[in-house]
């Protein structure tokens, strides 16, 4: 294809940690690529930037032009400034509107699955923080949120927030998850059910099962490895792995010890 060494650079690079073949394929693969424009802009856009300009300054700053990796320097500073905030943003709404209610609760993806699996939450891009929480408490939650000043989601495109009491009413019973706009402007996806139709994840099995993470002196729940990486999967699939850091995702949990990969198997 037109680009198929700069396309198999962004597969390759669009993760953690390299063994020494796959650097020096990374170092053949740049050797290879002439448009590092595309480079740039697809790893922006899939949210790849702090994974590639890691593995292009690793093992081929000698042969990529100064101003790429200047560009992506920017770009990965540029998400960890952001992974910083939604970290702030998920710890805030978790001492305001899940702690002191004791309100049963999983955080999913983002920097909860970095920090459960041990890996620094900050070279992930993240666009919000997902929680689920136990379906009786759903309510209970957002309005917590409405009283702390977060605004309801109602729609994106025009974008609408909830205005009356029959529009809370509303989107406290019947949908399976609410947007929540932060006053910082970070938002909050609270969840009732993990899937469409909770077929594949029922929710009080889930919450069942979570794991205690600690983030900055702050306890909270995510769910399990097992539950984690099944429901990833699940998720990504949906979206047909349109985006890089997911590869990241799923080659971060598969690497690691903790993950017990004849239980998936079973489950599966």
Not at 4 to 20: G, M
Not at 182 to 200: A, Y
Request: charged share 25%; aromatic share 10%.
């Amino acid at each position: 294809t037109k680009r198929h060494a700069e396309s198999r650079l962004l597969l390759l690079t669009a993760k953690r940690n390299h063994s020494e073949a796959e650097g020096a394929m990374i170092k053949s693969l740049a050797d290879e690529t002439s448009d590092w424009q595309f480079v740039v802009d697809t790893a922006f856009r899939k949210f790849s930037a702090t994974y590639t300009h890691r593995a292009l300054t690793t093992f081929a700053a000698q042969v990529v032009p100064e101003e790429t990796l200047d560009h992506l320097s920017a770009l990965a500073s540029q998400t960890r400034l952001n992974a910083l905030k939604l970290i702030a943003a998920q710890l805030s709404f978790h001492k305001l509107c899940i702690e002191p209610e004791r309100i049963r609760h999983a955080y999913i993806k983002g920097p909860s699955l970095s920090a459960q699996f041990e890996t620094d939450f900050s070279d992930r891009f993240c666009r919000d923080v997902d929680v689920l929480v136990e379906g009786t408490k759903f309510e209970q939650v957002v309005r917590t949120a409405v009283d702390q000043g977060y605004r309801v989601i109602m729609s994106f495109n025009p974008l609408r927030f909830a205005t009356t009491a029959n529009d809370l009413k509303f989107v406290t019973r019947f949908p399976r998850d609410i947007s929540l706009l932060s006053p910082d402007g970070i938002m909050i996806e609270v969840h009732r059910r993990l899937d469409k139709q909770n077929f594949i994840f029922d929710s009080d099995s889930v919450l069942n099962d979570t794991e205690t993470l600690e983030i900055s002196g702050v306890s909270l729940q995510t769910v399990s490895k097992l539950t984690h990486f099944i429901y990833v999967c699940y998720h990504h699939s949906r979206h047909f792995w349109s985006h890089l850091h997911w590869l990241a995702d799923l080659d971060m949990m598969v690497r690691s010890p903790h993950l017990n990969k004849e239980e998936i198997l079973s489950t599966s």
